[in-house]
């Protein structure tokens, strides 16, 4: 008999342990290490359970035994984890789009046919240029919803009617949008990007085939040290070899530096599609 376990909505799903194990593969870990943990998993599964709760506890299991697979497996709560100004998931945002061949700016200001607006990312490529406001909830039971679709569409045709006849909306976020969203978003050939839409080219999948993951990913860094590389608009793990100036000002030094830069090492490279 399956055991219901709760969403972060505080639905309930029964507990799939192929769910468990894609995710753990996908994160790096081998077929052994995956394996052992989804048995320690089921064993300590309980009804009602929440979802984040057994991350936590797949989580702290694969912590114990490798750092690279276990900061890609948090890449969800790292993007959570990105504070409340907003700012680190523009600038995420961009770095994606820079990796996927785009030349792309944060916080512009665009001229619109009846106003102006700010725009969170500006990315060009090809003749095509996307205005992408980037939606960030520091709680996976926050959606995009129907409202924030609505206001983005009417921005881009005001840039559109302005003279910008290639200009393209897009809304991304870090956790979901809500199913009127998505119908709407269609219907009007309006971008979506979330955490797991659309399929085969989700913010998740496209953050691990660039190998691009955040600071706060980091397993071998305190949460306040995460904070203060946010805080210095240090966003991306790979650019922390620049940076040594500023973890030596935390005190990250000697032994310590050196476990870092080995996870930043086994964690920021793209891995395989599962």
């Given amino acids: 008999m399956s055991v219901l376990i709760t969403k ?16 753990l593969r996908r994160s790096g870990a081998d077929e052994a290490t995956a394996e052992h943990i989804r048995r320690e998993v089921e064993h ?11 991350y936590s506890r ?15 497996y948090s890449l969800k709560r790292a993007l959570l984890d990105f504070g409340p100004s907003g700012f680190p ?7 994606i789009y820079r990796a996927e061949g785009y030349q792309a700016s944060i916080d512009q200001i665009i001229k619109g046919n009846c106003v102006e607006h700010e ?4 990315a060009s490529k090809g003749g095509e240029t996307l205005y992408v406001e980037a939606k960030f909830h520091n709680s996976p039971a926050f959606k995009a919803d129907l409202k ?27 956790t979901k949008f809500t199913d009127m969203a998505k119908r709407y978003a269609e219907c009007r050939l309006l971008g979506l990007l979330s955490w797991d839409y659309p399929q085969g080219a989700t913010l998740h999948e496209r953050i691990d085939r660039a190998g691009l993951y955040p600071v706060t990913a980091l397993t071998t860094l305190s949460k306040r040290e995460k904070m203060a590389l946010l805080g210095d608009k240090i ?3 790979n650019t922390l ?13 000697g032994t310590k530096a050196e476990t870092v830069f080995q996870e930043v090492r086994a964690l920021c490279s793209p891995v395989r599609d599962i």
Avoid: W
């Fill in 89 to 95: 998931f523009e600038a995420f945002v961009a770095e």
């Fill in 119 to 122: 725009v969170d990312v500006v």
């Fill in 241 to 253: 070899e620049s940076h040594r100036d500023t973890l030596l000002r935390l005190g990250v030094t």
């Fill in 148 to 174: 924030v679709v609505l206001y983005v569409q009417a921005r881009i045709e005001d840039i559109i009617a302005a003279g910008h006849p290639d200009a393209k909306g897009l809304v991304v976020t870090n």
């Fill in 44 to 54: 300590e599964l309980r009804p009602a359970m929440t979802t984040s709760e057994i």
């Fill in 8 to 23: 972060s909505d505080g639905t309930a799903e029964p507990f799939e342990a192929e769910k468990l194990l894609r995710s």
């Fill in 58 to 72: 797949a989580f702290a299991h694969l912590s114990s035994e490798k750092h690279g697979p276990a900061a890609r």
């Fill in 235 to 237: 966003v991306l793990c």
